[in-house]
Protein backbone atom coordinates (compact mmCIF):
# COMPACT_ATOMS: atom_id res chain seq x y z
CA UNK A 1 0.00 0.00 0.00
CA UNK A 2 1.22 3.13 -1.05
CA UNK A 3 0.39 7.11 0.34
CA UNK A 4 0.83 10.36 -1.01
CA UNK A 5 2.11 12.56 1.01
CA UNK A 6 4.06 15.73 1.39
CA UNK A 7 7.45 16.16 3.35
CA UNK A 8 9.57 19.67 4.24
CA UNK A 9 12.99 18.60 3.73
CA UNK A 10 15.43 21.17 4.87
CA UNK A 11 12.92 24.34 3.70
CA UNK A 12 12.10 23.06 0.38
CA UNK A 13 8.45 20.99 0.09
CA UNK A 14 8.50 17.05 -1.94
CA UNK A 15 5.03 15.51 -2.40
CA UNK A 16 6.53 11.99 -2.58
CA UNK A 17 4.41 8.12 -2.79
CA UNK A 18 5.70 5.88 -0.18
CA UNK A 19 4.88 2.30 0.46
CA UNK A 20 3.53 2.94 4.51
CA UNK A 21 5.72 0.53 5.34
CA UNK A 22 9.09 2.50 4.33
CA UNK A 23 11.61 4.49 6.62
CA UNK A 24 12.24 8.18 6.46
CA UNK A 25 16.04 7.16 6.23
CA UNK A 26 14.74 5.33 2.79
CA UNK A 27 12.57 8.19 1.74
CA UNK A 28 15.55 10.69 2.29
CA UNK A 29 18.21 8.26 0.45
CA UNK A 30 16.18 7.04 -2.31
CA UNK A 31 13.12 9.29 -3.13
CA UNK A 32 15.11 12.96 -2.31
CA UNK A 33 18.87 11.91 -3.01
CA UNK A 34 19.74 13.05 0.68
CA UNK A 35 22.29 10.51 1.73
CA UNK A 36 23.75 12.62 4.65
CA UNK A 37 21.98 10.19 6.93
CA UNK A 38 23.77 6.32 6.91
CA UNK A 39 22.37 3.32 6.94
CA UNK A 40 24.47 2.35 10.31
CA UNK A 41 22.91 -0.52 12.30
CA UNK A 42 19.28 0.27 10.79
CA UNK A 43 18.26 -1.21 14.63
CA UNK A 44 18.35 2.44 15.77
CA UNK A 45 21.26 1.98 17.64
CA UNK A 46 24.18 3.95 16.53
CA UNK A 47 22.79 7.27 15.38
CA UNK A 48 24.06 7.56 12.01
CA UNK A 49 20.81 7.93 10.80
CA UNK A 50 19.73 10.88 12.89
CA UNK A 51 17.78 13.75 11.48
CA UNK A 52 15.85 16.59 13.12
CA UNK A 53 11.88 16.56 12.79
CA UNK A 54 10.79 19.72 14.15
CA UNK A 55 13.23 20.67 15.87
CA UNK A 56 13.61 17.08 18.16
CA UNK A 57 15.96 14.34 16.94
CA UNK A 58 14.51 11.29 15.02
CA UNK A 59 16.29 7.92 14.66
CA UNK A 60 15.29 8.05 10.73
CA UNK A 61 15.63 4.12 10.25
CA UNK A 62 12.71 3.72 12.92
CA UNK A 63 10.68 6.52 11.57
CA UNK A 64 8.00 5.54 9.04
CA UNK A 65 7.87 8.61 6.48
CA UNK A 66 3.75 8.08 6.94
CA UNK A 67 3.94 9.94 10.59
CA UNK A 68 6.01 13.02 9.12
CA UNK A 69 3.54 14.14 6.82
CA UNK A 70 3.69 17.81 7.08
CA UNK A 71 6.41 17.82 9.66
CA UNK A 72 9.34 19.79 9.21
CA UNK A 73 12.77 17.68 8.44
CA UNK A 74 16.01 18.62 8.93
CA UNK A 75 19.00 16.92 7.53
CA UNK A 76 22.90 17.51 7.79
CA UNK A 77 22.46 19.12 4.18
CA UNK A 78 20.07 21.37 5.72
CA UNK A 79 21.90 22.79 8.92
CA UNK A 80 23.96 25.01 6.35
CA UNK A 81 22.56 28.21 5.58
CA UNK A 82 23.49 30.78 2.75
CA UNK A 83 26.95 29.04 2.04
CA UNK A 84 27.99 29.47 6.03
CA UNK A 85 28.71 26.66 7.56
CA UNK A 86 26.15 25.94 10.65
CA UNK A 87 28.17 26.87 13.54
CA UNK A 88 28.14 23.00 15.28
CA UNK A 89 29.68 22.01 11.95
CA UNK A 90 32.22 24.00 12.02
CA UNK A 91 32.87 23.37 15.63
CA UNK A 92 32.75 19.52 14.31
CA UNK A 93 35.83 20.42 11.98
CA UNK A 94 37.49 23.13 14.38
CA UNK A 95 37.74 20.68 16.71
CA UNK A 96 38.67 17.77 14.50
CA UNK A 97 35.23 15.68 15.58
CA UNK A 98 35.56 13.25 12.84
CA UNK A 99 37.61 10.82 11.64
CA UNK A 100 36.32 8.49 9.12
CA UNK A 101 33.24 10.57 8.47
CA UNK A 102 30.86 8.14 8.46
CA UNK A 103 28.79 8.71 11.78
CA UNK A 104 29.41 12.75 11.26
CA UNK A 105 26.15 13.33 9.97
CA UNK A 106 23.83 12.14 13.08
CA UNK A 107 26.55 13.67 15.24
CA UNK A 108 25.54 16.74 13.63
CA UNK A 109 22.27 16.42 14.15
CA UNK A 110 22.43 15.30 17.76
CA UNK A 111 24.44 17.84 18.61
CA UNK A 112 22.17 20.70 17.38
CA UNK A 113 19.71 19.13 19.11
CA UNK A 114 21.54 18.85 21.95
CA UNK A 115 21.98 22.69 22.49
CA UNK A 116 18.63 23.38 22.09
CA UNK A 117 17.29 20.72 24.68
CA UNK A 118 19.53 22.42 27.03
CA UNK A 119 18.71 25.99 26.06
CA UNK A 120 15.09 25.20 26.73
CA UNK A 121 15.83 23.53 29.75
CA UNK A 122 15.17 20.05 29.31
CA UNK A 123 16.96 17.77 31.98
CA UNK A 124 18.17 14.91 31.09
CA UNK A 125 19.01 11.22 33.43
CA UNK A 126 22.49 13.08 34.85
CA UNK A 127 21.04 16.95 35.57
CA UNK A 128 21.59 16.98 39.40
CA UNK A 129 18.56 19.24 39.79
CA UNK A 130 15.73 18.98 37.27
CA UNK A 131 13.95 22.01 38.66
CA UNK A 132 16.94 24.28 38.27
CA UNK A 133 18.55 25.38 35.03
CA UNK A 134 20.73 22.38 32.94
CA UNK A 135 23.72 23.04 32.50
CA UNK A 136 25.57 21.58 29.41
CA UNK A 137 28.86 20.43 31.00
CA UNK A 138 30.50 17.22 30.06
CA UNK A 139 28.73 14.64 31.59
CA UNK A 140 25.02 16.09 29.82
CA UNK A 141 26.57 16.29 26.80
CA UNK A 142 27.74 12.59 26.94
CA UNK A 143 24.35 11.72 28.44
CA UNK A 144 22.36 13.18 25.91
CA UNK A 145 25.01 11.92 22.91
CA UNK A 146 25.22 8.00 24.28
CA UNK A 147 22.49 7.41 21.38
CA UNK A 148 25.09 8.37 18.74
CA UNK A 149 28.42 5.78 18.31
CA UNK A 150 31.38 6.84 16.96
CA UNK A 151 32.92 3.54 15.53
CA UNK A 152 36.74 5.88 15.29
CA UNK A 153 36.40 6.88 18.70
CA UNK A 154 36.60 10.78 18.29
CA UNK A 155 34.06 11.19 21.16
CA UNK A 156 36.53 13.74 23.33
CA UNK A 157 36.66 16.09 20.33
CA UNK A 158 32.75 16.04 19.44
CA UNK A 159 32.45 16.72 23.61
CA UNK A 160 34.71 19.70 23.13
CA UNK A 161 32.61 20.68 19.98
CA UNK A 162 29.53 20.32 21.28
CA UNK A 163 30.83 22.40 24.59
CA UNK A 164 32.15 25.36 22.24
CA UNK A 165 28.73 25.83 20.43
CA UNK A 166 26.86 25.33 23.66
CA UNK A 167 28.62 27.96 25.64
Not at 43 to 52: E, K, Y
Not at 77 to 91: C, I, N, S, Y
Not at 134 to 159: F, H, Q, T
Request: aromatic fraction near 2%; charged fraction near 25%.
Amino acid sequence: MTADIMLSVNGDEHSVAVDTRETLLDTLREHLDLIGAKKGCDHGQCGACTVLVDGRRVKSCLTLTVTVDDREITTVEGLAADGALHPMQAAFVERDAFQCGYCTPGQLCSAVAVVREVADGWPSAVTPDVSGPVSLDDDEIRERMSGNLCRCGAYVNIVAAIRQVGA
